[in-house]
């Protein structure tokens, strides 16, 4: 039996293979007794946009994305499973690392949208990135099929 203790769940509330995702990081950690930490990335506006925005201490969007993320967590994990609610304003992919890293976790569970080619190429890929980076295994979940495939390091010190 793997040794799980810290499983971060990053969720784009936007997107159903998401949910998909949350299902398998949500099994894992009642198997493992343990804790989910359910984390999405709000990306902040850059001062390249169209329209400047000013950034205030809390965010709408990180409030808005808080309020959402918290009832997913009451709707889908009730009681099953300890967990954690965050989220965070910035680059999805560094805020995933760098939690992942300072939270010392010991799995991932994310999404991918499964992208190849020039969609790829052009809109590059979260978990990508994640999985190449990442200081603990990354599960992937794609869309519509549901596959798991586990990435990343076979065992990893403590």
Not at 48 to 53: F, Q
Not at 74 to 89: H, Q, S, W
Request: include cysteine; hydrophobic fraction near 45%; proline fraction near 7%.
């Amino acid at each position: 039996m793997l040794n799980l203790r810290k499983i971060l769940c990053p969720l784009d509330l936007d997107d159903e293979s998401s949910f998909s995702a949350l299902d398998y990081a949500c099994d894992l950690a009642e198997r493992n007794g343990a804790t989910l930490y359910l984390l999405h990335v709000a990306r902040t506006p850059t001062p390249d946009m169209d329209a400047p925005v000013s950034i205030g201490p809390h965010p709408h969007w990180e409030v808005e994305a808080q309020c959402a993320l918290e009832k997913l967590a009451r709707e889908r994990l009730d009681a099953k499973v300890a967990f954690e609610v965050m989220v965070r304003g910035g680059i999805p992919e560094t805020v995933i690392l760098r939690l992942a890293a300072e939270l010392n976790m010991d799995l991932i569970v994310m999404a991918t949208h499964g992208r190849t080619g020039l969609a790829h190429l052009l809109l590059g890929s979260v978990a990508e990135t994640v999985i190449r980076e990442a200081p603990c295994p990354v599960l992937t979940v794609r869309p519509k099929q549901g596959a798991a495939v586990i990435r990343g390091p076979v065992s990893h010190s403590a």
